[in-house]
Each structure stands twice: as C-alpha cells, then as structure tokens.
C-alpha cells in the first residue's frame, strides 16, 4: 500500500509514513476492509458513500487525514465522479427488496432512520429518508407502531402451570443490619411458596433448609428450579435434581434445576419491588434512623442486639404479608 500523501511504498502499515511522517493510521482500517482507495478521490467516495454531508467531509478529510479541501473544490470532485444524492435514485423495488431482506435477521428492531443508513453505507443505494419511512411502514407496520410508542416493551413470562417453576433469591437491603432475607416464588401462580429471615443468606445449609421445609409442609417440588449463581444455592439444588432424579420428563434429573443471573430471574426480581414498597421499606427507614442516631455502628455488638431485638417480629411480620399476598386476587396477565 501506499501512502496517500507522499506516495512511497508502505511494506506494513504504521502509525506514520517513514518519508514523510504524517499519520497514515486512518489505512488500517481501509485495508482490513478490503479498500484500494488510498487517494484523497478515495478517502472522498469513501466518507461521501457513509452518508457523510459535505461540510463533514471537509472536515474529516481535515482532521483525520490532514488534507485541506475546499468546499467547492469538494464539490467539483464529487461531480467530476458522479457521486450526487439527488439523482439515479435506487429503484423503489430495489428498495423494498433489501429492506424485505434486512427485516429477516436483527434488521427488524431498527427504525427507518437506521435502515436509511444501513442502505448507504452497507448496499451503497442513492435513497431518500422520506422512502424509506414508508417502505418501512409498509413491510414492517407492527414494529413501526412499537417504536411510535417510545415505550418500553415488558419482558414475557411464560409458565406451563402451577409448581412448574420456583424462583429462589436472597433480599439483602436489610443485611447491613445483619438480617437477610429469603424467599421462593410459583412462577406460574405468583404463590410465595417461602418468605424466611436469619442471619445469614450465604449458607447452604440454611438455604436447603428452607426448601426442605417447604417441600414437607406443601407435600410437592416443582418441576424445574430457578436460582441465581450463588454458592448458597448449590446444596438445595443438588436435594431437588435427587428428588427429580427418578422422572422420565424433558426436565427430569439434573436438568430440574436451573442457574442464572439475578437480573433475568424475572418473577422473584419483580416481586422484590412490591414487597420493598409494600413492606421492607418500613424496615429500612427504621433500622436506617437508628444509625443516623448513632444507636446503631454495624459492629458485631450492636449486630446480634438488632437480631434479638427484631428478627422474631419481622418474622412474624413476613408471614402475615405471606399469607395476605397467597390470598389477595391476582389480575389474570
């Protein structure tokens, strides 16, 4: 290759050219994209056909290459190469075909200002932004009318039925205090199949207990088990892929259970907002106010005291807001 400004041969390209040392680094990428153009009516097709205005490729062709091109003279150029946006336009079926195609794969959730720029830069189509809209309306109405909304779109959740899946996770905004919280959701039912407090979310004894004791009390374990990545959960898992060890379904065995970030295990996560703003917020404020008065400096003194004083009451405080959410009609989704 060589370089643009001094025409010497390039054996590798680096940072600068070794005859006259100006920065020729903008050639890496022309080169792994597979670009011969290395002169300055290459660098401006180049920009011109990304969609670039004129007074932007003056200005890259200044910044990034040091050239210094007029805008007129700019201009010229483009004419003398019969680069023009306002005429030759792609054809309307052309249109509709690569539109159609980029609408198969991950095309589909762009919206008509970047297929408009995807049409330039990836098929080099001479195309007006007001087309593609109504292309874009046309072939693809329902995503057109999702993103006018300029709305989040909420998550499916899907569940075959009841104790298909139970979803696990530890509510730790009361652990400063040194109380944790834990709990176990029907995804199916949105039941709260367990709602427990100690002191501690991190052992794996305490977790299996929980779920042992759940089992023995409702005399069923759901069909698969959702938890996230943490050490705690690994003893409880290995209890419920025994206990689903000797069915003969899809999900049988060790497939019965199933591990997974916090964030995308989407009904107990959800259910933390509720209870938060429905409960555990009470908590919050009063442990909270209680260092704010220095009563309270997280040492493991004043840690056991906050246990003594109220882990039995928020126990028994859990299992009321337990059995009026188990009891409260839910909306059919």
Known sequence: ?????????????????????RNVRFLLSLQDEGHEA????????????????YEIIVDLLKSKHNISVSLRNLERRLKDAGLTRRLNYTPIATLRTAISEELKGSGHLLGYRAMWQILKQKHSFVVRRDDVM????????SGTENRSRRRFVRRAYHSMGPNETWHVDGYDKLKPFGIAINGCI??????????????TNNDPSVIAQYYVNCVVEHGVFPKRLRT?????????????????????DEFAGAKSHMYGTSTSNQRIESWWSYFRKQRSQFWMDLLS??????????????????????????????????HYWNTHTIHHC
């Open 289 to 322: 106010d209680l260092r704010e008065r220095h009563l309270f400096n997280g040492s493991p003194a004043h840690t056991n005291f906050v246990r003594y004083c109220f882990l039995g009451v928020l126990q028994k405080e859990l299992d009321e807001y337990k």
């Open 186 to 199: 029907d995804g199916f039912s949105r039941k709260i199949m367990w709602l427990n407090c100690g002191k």
């Open 38 to 53: 290395t002169s300055l009516d290459g660098l401006i097709q180049k920009y011109f056909t990304e969609g670039h205005s």
């Open 228 to 248: 996230d990545c943490g050490t705690e959960n690994g003893t409880m898992a290995a209890l419920h892929c025994t206990l689903r060890s000797e069915h003969t």
């Open 1 to 21: 290759m060589f370089c643009p400004f001094c025409g010497v041969n390039l054996p590798c390209i680096l940072v600068y050219c070794s005859s006259c040392y």
């Open 134 to 141: 109504h292309l874009m309306a046309e072939l693809d109405s």
